[in-house]
T-cell receptor, first 112, second 116 residues
Framework: GENVEQHPSTLSVQEGDSAVIKCTYS??????FPWYKQELGKRPQLIID?????GEKKDQRIAVTLNKTAKHFSLHITETQPEDSAVYFC???????????FGKGTRLHILP | EPEVTQTPSHQVTQMGQEVILRCVPI?????FYWYRQILGQKVEFLVS????????KSEIFDDQFSVERPDGSNFTLKIRSTKLEDSAMYFC??????????????FGDGTRLSIL
């Protein structure tokens, strides 16, 4: 089955700097890759997603890139702000599959 | 913006007791899911539900688990005889009809289940 690896597990960046979180997946049939942000005690909140027919997608300060050949995808957050502090999960899913397979998460700390 | 709602927010139950977790998915969504997250770990898929039946389940979802859509709005997860290792945050999620490819899954705030 699908396995999603995510790193780093913890990331600290100065406010205003960029943060990059990287994930790899094992199943070449996966074609949908959502990213979730989870604040302490809250729900996982979908922040951006990308499908395998696209190499890059951007939404304001957040962008995601996908390399299907290498089976890896990354989340980029620019001009980080204190409210970006949270745990970020990457995930993968196959077409027609119901389940989303999550990575183990990255705890992002934005330092003042 | 419509949201998935879950009740209760926290459930404390004695080991061996039955527990029912409740969810109200987003009203026009057709796919419903349960996931769990053991403290400090990743979110794990349990089961999906579509057209009034289970469409997919994980190995975690054994005979002690069941799901039901008792009416047009609620979606429930029942654990028949709880074990200590069932202690976790349980998230309900829902997604819209799929035409081409998977649709985003929207999560509720979760129910923290504590088994004593």
């Amino acid at each position: 089955g699908e396995n999603v690896e995510q790193h780093p597990s913890t990331l600290s960046v100065q406010e205003g700097d960029s943060a990059v979180i990287k994930c790899t997946y094992s199943d070449s049939a996966s074609n949908y890759f959502p990213w979730y942000k989870q604040e302490l005690g809250k729900r996982p909140q979908l922040i951006i997603d990308i499908r395998s027919n696209v190499g890059e997608k951007k939404d304001q300060r957040i962008a995601v890139t996908l390399n299907k050949t290498a089976k890896h995808f990354s989340l980029h957050i620019t001009e980080t702000q204190p409210e970006d502090s949270a745990v970020y999960f990457c995930a993968a899913s196959r077409a027609g599959d119901d389940k989303i397979i999550f990575g183990k998460g990255t705890r992002l700390h934005i330092l003042p | 913006e419509p949201e998935v709602t879950q009740t209760p927010s926290h459930q404390v139950t004695q080991m061996g007791q039955e527990v029912i977790l409740r969810c109200v998915p987003i009203s026009n969504h057709l796919y419903f899911y349960w996931y769990r997250q053991i403290l400090g770990q990743k979110v794990e898929f349990l089961v999906s539900f579509y057209n009034n039946e289970i469409s997919e389940k994980s190995e975690i979802f054994d005979d002690q688990f069941s799901v039901e859509r008792p009416d047009g709005s609620n979606f429930t997860l029942k654990i028949r005889s709880t074990k200590l290792e069932d202690s976790a945050m349980y998230f309900c999620a829902s997604s819209d009809y799929r035409v081409l490819g998977n649709q985003p899954q929207h999560f509720g705030d979760g129910t923290r289940l504590s088994i004593l």
